[in-house]
């Protein structure tokens, strides 16, 4: 029905002069106010892509879609407090569609008549029209008198702390949008003839408001102006602002809550979130300290979840008005918590883009071509903020975001993140950030220390033996309970169906153990097929996780899941059934294990109690109970946490009691004070929150509390001594007891246990149950490692050739060279043959016998001694003194002395002899009688190893060097890559050095130096250029006197002993050499013994003494080498023994070199870098 009083304007009596212009200005000035807009929010975007990769956060679309419509439509997480849930749905619904209406003004502004074509002239457009612009004000106003009454003042408040100004100024541009909607259109109905003044159904308040406004087309411009420029100020100030959440979280919500962390809806409770870095979720195996982020330490530490968390927070203080720990004077505030690091986030977030533009224009500053790119070098921007350091984020005062008195006030009750209407994740945050105080600074609460300590030491947090988790079981099997032992009474699981986890509160708690043994009692009475672990149980890590000590948590739970899997050898996954007392074990068992693998089905005792009284399995037949008053305390991680609320309450009443509900419960319960490790630190701020508790209880009435958590009942025991502490007889006080006791002392028959039920199954069982995945899982490993292992054989046989080949054509290069030197010179000196590495892992064939001597013939070749394992080791230096090559004459003459051959023995073989031996063959100086042939060290053959192609052949063979002895119990050793210059791997026994060799004649001596050490230095340059290992001579820098005498052996330890064994690593500790830097001399090494060296000739100068210690000269520089990358194996056949060397010199006795000592304990070793020019750690000696 139409009112007969209606405006009666038309088109042609719009004043489109005044109407056009202000059209115009509006439009004008809207573009700056989208232009800061759009640029706030892209802030906002990019802000949060600083945070790092986040784990399954886009899993499941639909499922996300379909919890997104029903938390924004239905409000769900609003709906905990009606009223304002009703009030804040009409201001959200007038702000979503509003926004169509609001847009319409730029319409209206022109022509006050006209709006949206089509369907602005439908009566259900304004029908949504009317119901808009009224829920609009109706809601915000609601909401201006909800904050004006509750204020922000107190602290208590949950306003408190909240920026009352960006929350006013918000409400008051709603206001004005939403009466600019209503105004707008009710001087359209008073002024045009086109709107008859209105429809009842449609515009039932607006045509009413109608009877008072004038008619007059100017005024609907002009209210449409004032619609426009509101929302168009409201855009301009935001986007300035981007730290106002009251105001952002319009947007961001959405996303948020799209995006949280259960894609089935469940808000962020049960298990803690997982240490993650860089998207991957990281393990004690897998993380790498210098690469990975352990833990929060810095805001771009967060990941973009935590970002988007930061800037999504709308201010509203439900989760500060819940939270304990703010509730009882203590610090901590979830909400300004979440806004402290949201403020320091945007004010870190340009030094952060900043330092990653110039990371990346950094990594621009060379061309293709290698060539530095000078114009990006000469930008001062390139680094400009590259090391400006970010705040820490928990500190003391001023040198941090976060007080730590605030990160360790947190119980991780949940009721901040259940409170939350847009679903952040406060928890996760402070997890993570106690992980990095605890992993990477060491810095925690004094009582934490104990608790780890506990934990690592005894496997519990009160530090008792294990022998003591028997205690009860032999209790009450002399009670005449049967208690089965999971080792001891059974030996599978065939015959049974649920594993009782006991717990640690369980055994060393003397009140938790009450609960432990009705728990039992009640289970033997009701036939129940169950079993213990007994001593074979360990901590869940509850306490170690939510304290922040992950890799602990990684470890026990590691432990306990293999436990439990022998356990379970062939049962299901599905009839893996646990039931536990302790909420902490609920949740993480069922909750936690299944990242690490351990999948169970956890139920707690009050569920399978409940299930035994429906199956009439427990039957109350008495009523001690009867009429008593009870109040329960919900455990927050059996309610909150896991959403256990009905199975305790109903236990209560089939115990007989009267149940009195607190005002806080079920998801709005109040924590005891015990969660988030907080059960062993002590409350030095604010009121006890476990006192807190007591009394809300205590107040009811009660004659006693009922608890489902051995930790609730330790604090809630606590609270009532401490506020009945004047009543002296215990037994009048408040009793807080576990509802399985409750419910225990319902079912006893004159004071005793009713006779068992007969034990059987509560489902059919299933067993002999394979699991295929794993047994693919194996096969697919073992198989990859096959194909590994192949390959590395493939490749190593490959290097080893072409090592080979470079080694024999550098060999035939320098001995060519050297004997042109020689043949000019005249000289009669040669060269020591640098030994190569050895890399045995396996024992070698014996090498063919050597073949006799130049200077001896028909002597018997010295035998090759067998492989040894042992490190790669360096070959030898070339002598420092200047030798000639091969087949070089000397004085004529003079008979050569019989050399005495030196092969090096595993280990780094020793430098050649200082002096300038005698080419093999090459006669001595006349009248020279030859001197018997000392035995020759034998060579322990190498796999792979380069020969000595040019040294002389030993005359007599010598006792092989004791092949050092394998790691033992498997132990992995890994030796990596020695740096160039670098001596071998510590610990390695050393090779003999040559024998000293004798002095040639004086002139031959002379005249040969200067060719020798030309050749010594091409040999080593080509060498070095085809990664043969390089040798260092000084025979480069240095010249060698006229009729020098000859110097004996450099580096090499004189003895006449065989080197002893290196001695074998202990219980299959792995043992890890890592690379030694260039230059960096290693670590002295237990050398193996030279051979006695042979008589020297009359007119030779008699041979200095070897040093034991490294060579101070250039001329007894260490050999340099080039150890394998992968451990190395000797290969029958290819295994060759290293050829004694001929170099006339006195015998000069040394010291036997002291074997290795093992490592003990199987404890990794690990030789990290050692910096050029420092000392190597000194090796076994």
Known sequence: MYLLAAG??????????????????????????????????????????????????????????????????????????????????????????GAMVWFEAYIQIFNPEGGWPIIGNWAVYHFVDELLGLGTVIGIITLIIIRQKIGDKDKKARFYGSNSGAAYFVEAVVLIEGLGMIFVKASKIATFASYEGGHAATDFFTMQLAKILPESPLLVSIFALIKLLSGMIWLFIVGQNVKWGVAWHRFMAFFNIFLKRNSDGRNALGAAKPLTSGGRMLTMENADPEEDAIGVGKID??????????????ECGRCQEQCPAWNTAKPLSPKLLITNLRDHAIESAPYLKAARKDAAHAGGMFSGEGATDTAVLDDPSVDAHADMPLLQLVAAGEMGVID?????????CGACVEQCPVDIEHIDHIVDMRRYQVLVESDFPTELGGLFKNLETKGNPWGQNNNKRSDWI?????DGIEVPVFGEDIENFDDTEYLFWVGCAGVYDDNAVKTTRAVADLLYTAGVKYAVLGEGEGCTGDSARRAGNEFLFQMLAEQNIEML???????????????????????????EYPDLGGNYQVVHHTQLLNKLIREGRLEPVSAPQNGRQVT??????????????????????????????????????????????????????????NLNRTDEALATGSDAIAIGCPFCKTMMTDGVNNRQSEIENKADRTQVLDIAQMFRESVLVDGELPAPKSPEFLVAPERGWVDEEKLAREEAERKAEEEAKKKAAEEKKRKAEEAKKKKEAAAAAGGAAAAGGAAAAGAAAAPSAPSAPGAPSAPAAPAAPSAPSAGAPGAPAAPAAPGAPAAPTAPSAPSAGAPAAPGAPAAPGAPSAPSAGAPGAPGAPAAPSAGAPAAPGAPGAPGAPGAPAAPAAPAAPAAESNKSEDAPKAEQSAPAAPAAQPAQDGGPIK????????????????????????AAGAGAAAAGAGAAAAAASDDSDQAEAQDAAPAETAAESAETPQAAPAAPAAEAPKTEQSAPAAQPAQDGGPIKLTATTPGAPGAPAPAAPAAPAAAAAPAAAPAAPAEDQQAETPAEAPAEAEAPSEEPQAETGQAEAEQAEE?????????PAQPAQPANDGGPIKLTNIVPGAPGAPGAQ
């Open 8 to 97: 009666q304007a038309t088109s042609s009596d719009i004043p489109w002069g005044i109407t056009v212009p202000l059209g115009i200005i509006g439009a004008l000035l809207s573009l700056p106010a989208w232009v800061f807009f759009i640029r706030g929010a892209a802030q906002i975007f990019t802000t949060i892509r600083l945070g790092q990769p986040a784990l399954k956060r886009t899993d499941n679309p639909a499922g996300r879609l379909m919890n997104l419509i029903k938390e924004i439509i239905g409000h769900t997480k609003m709906a905990k407090k009606p009223g304002v849930a009703i009030a804040h749905w009409l201001v959200m619904v007038g702000f979503l569609l």
């Open 301 to 314: 530490d967060f990941t973009w979840k935590g970002w988007m968390d930061f800037t999504s927070c709308t």
């Open 404 to 412: 730590p008195d605030v990160l360790w006030s947190c119980t991780n």
């Open 474 to 478: 032999q209790k009450a099997k002399e």
């Open 565 to 591: 899997d022998n356990a379970f050898e062939g049962v299901p996954p599905k009839q893996r059934k646990i039931v536990v007392t302790c909420a902490h074990c609920f949740n993480t068992l069922r909750n």
């Open 632 to 689: 329960y305390h919900d455990p927050c991680f059996l309610g909150r946490h896991n959403k256990v609320f009905e199975a305790p309450r109903e236990l209560i009443g089939a115990s007989g009691a009267n149940l009195v509900e607190m005002d806080r419960n079920r998801d709005t319960g109040f924590c005891c004070g015990a969660g988030g490790a907080r059960m062993w630190m002590e409350e030095h701020l604010g009121e006890r929150i």
């Open 975 to 998: 030796l990596n890559a020695t740096a160039p210059g670098a001596p071998g791997a510590p610990g390695a026994p050393a090779a003999p050095a040559a024998a000293p060799a004798a």
């Open 1143 to 1151: 170099a006339p010199a006195e015998a000069t006795p040394a010291q």
